[in-house]
């Protein structure tokens, strides 16, 4: 008898055995995908994972519906990295297997699907099954894939399925919900009625009144002229135009060239900027590093000899983007492939952009904002090694490609917290399960940041990582100088307008009329509850957990997320004895009115969650600041990321301690690093930036070292915290929630589960613990939080804790209580 093992798209721990002939032994490999029964009446797509002759000891082996691929689609060394990634993030093997295919490759029974209502079809060209589905989809405008079953009268019919999503007739509904669009950009062409040989002379004479039409006209002719392409038959061809770069290079204005379009001299066209396909040759310009990254660039070749991974540590603007390029460089001449993680995917179209122009249409961008069938493309050349996808740009899920021989890894902003994924599972650190993929492929790993993890930091001094540092800035720009504020001080003089203190208000009112922009960031986190005293800025901490208390306003007390910890609402500050306890933060909304009344005449715009939603949001903004629209542009933590502006010569942080009181023990690092990357934003070639902090606490250690720009100090000082307060990197953190609708029951069964943990695990188990926000859609929800001393085998622990996680699943009364693992928590 043969088998084989099959993994499916659900949140489960084990694999299936499923029957085949012998046969489909012969035939099948490992990643190639099956359609299977599962439970009563579904399919699901599952995937090969083993092949075997051992039967199931437990249950009767089902046969299988079909084989779905003539070959592999998921390569071995993927399938490894998955059970290691299930196994260290304490999730089924399901759950990765979900998380990294695209949905259009993972058909199921209840998969839904439409009809494309905006495509002609050939009917011709379709087979009489596809035909009969594409009938029944003109009556009804979705289907089940269990209603194609019973139309077409059998049971195999994912092909078919698969065959009409690839000619584009059906969609799958989950497609339709996707509102994701990357940014057009506009090109313009001339009008056919023009493209004969003498248009040029022709449109001269149309135009010899218009002058700055024929200027615009003129240069057009001059780019094309001069920059040509290659088309699919390889004759020489213009190189499209923007008309960004018409206006620059012609030195005229936007309104100019859409009166050349309304003449119809010209004609527009839209292009989705990261998808565009490359049309031009990589410039041949050679990327000149400076002395500074050309020793970075060399000693990262060095320590590559020694070890798997190395840290660029260099400050902002240093150029690493620069020494990225040059060592994709020489990966490519390898013919391996290379895979950039960034944190956000906003960021993408900027860097696409600066990557294409080195490496042409080497570069293929994946994210799972993408639509299915992009995704299932980038998927395919992933996999063929296509010249295509020889760099993959992407977010974390970029890393589940089926890649099948990666040379060079590049995690950038690596300290970035949006790389660990929270929900759902898996919930992975893309740095780290990054680290694990390279070393399955023998592979390198560059880590990038100006303010890398305390935990990356640590392991270069543990020697496991290679270090290399660049502290100054590319082309001489000078580091940002730094001014506190302090905010006690001028509160008692009177010298505050709103959250504007007067120092800042001349620093925005001089650069402003200088023609220069700025960046004022406020932090969104400030808006968790934490009483704050008005008169000196005083904030209480648990004394076990180091962490800000949390005010929980139904109880009237300061509770400790971590350890439950609590005490009674304060009415006086414990350090000042002021009655002046606030509980607000205030966002960048408040900011933006306050600044509207300050600076009537100048043009703000903000940046957060709220004005970024919509498809361009994010990117509409990012440009009219840098068209330079906007002069003041107010933000959250997006401003943080690594956006490159060249007119920004102030930057107002308008309150630090926000940050700073954020219940998390990782709360003076962020601050750090996000006060640092926000002020990098700051300074030109020719004038040195400056950085305006508003704080309660100007002597804070945090606020200290940012202004020295000591990295290394607070690195050596929060170091010392985590290994007197047990967290990373001395201890690895495992948090669990449980959910469910009855609070009693919730309580009691939290309760149990703890005791259990605390009694069978000689660890630090701390909880149960009601976050500060306790009750989630009508479920309530408490915490656990276990510590795990590095030097405790990892492995045996999670073992334990899965055990115990299983007999408190066993308790009836507590089955319906949902428990999630999230294994070294952000
Ligand atoms: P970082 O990522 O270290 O903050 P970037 O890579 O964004 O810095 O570089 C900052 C700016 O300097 C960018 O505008 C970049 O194009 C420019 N730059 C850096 N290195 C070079 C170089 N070797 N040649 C030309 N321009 C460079
Ligand atoms: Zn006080
Ligand atoms: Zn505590």
Redesign the pocket.
Known sequence: MFFVEVVLPLSLAKTFTYRISESEFHFIKKGMRVAVPFGKNKIYTGLVIDIHQNEPGLYEAKEIHQILDEKPIATEVQIKHWLWVANYYMCGIGDVYRGAFPSGLLLESETIISHKTDVSVNQNELSDDEFLVYEALQHQSSLKVQDIISILNKKNIFPVLQKMIAKDVIVLEEEIKESYKPKLVRYVRLHSKYESNNGLSELLEVLKNAAKQKEIVMTYFQITASEKTRDENGQSAPKPVTVKKLVEASNSTSAVVKALIDKEIFEEYLLQQDRVSFSGQATDKQ????EA?DAAFSAIKNSFLEKEVCLLH?V???????IYIKLIEEYLVTGRQVLYLLPEIALTTQLVTRLRLHFGDKVAVFHSKYSNNERVEVWKQTLERAEKAQIVIGARSALFLPFSDLGLLIVDEEHEQTFKQTDPAPRYHARDAAIVLANFHNAKVLLGS?TPSIETYFNTQADKYGLVTITER??NVRMPEIVLVDLKDKHFRKRMTGHFSDLLIEEIAEAVALGEQVILFQNRRGYSPVIECITCGHVPHCQQCDVSLTFHKHKNQLRCHYCGYSIAKPTHCHKCSSIDLTTKGFGTEQIEQELASLFPNVKTGRMDQDTTRGKFGFEKIIDSFKNREIDILVGTQMLAK?L?FDNVSLVGIMNADNMLHHPDFRAFERSFQMMTQVAGRAGRAEKQGKVVIQTYNPNHNTIQQVTMNNYIGMYKEQLYDRQIYKYPPYFRIIKLTLKHREFEKLKEGSMWLYQVLSQNLNVPVLGPEEPAISRIRNEYIRTILIKIPNNLPLGATKKTIQKMLNSFEAVAQYRAIKVVANVDFY
């Open positions: 990327l000149i590093l400076s990254q260099g902002t603007s240093s150029g690493k983007t620069e100006a590319y082309n690594g490159d």
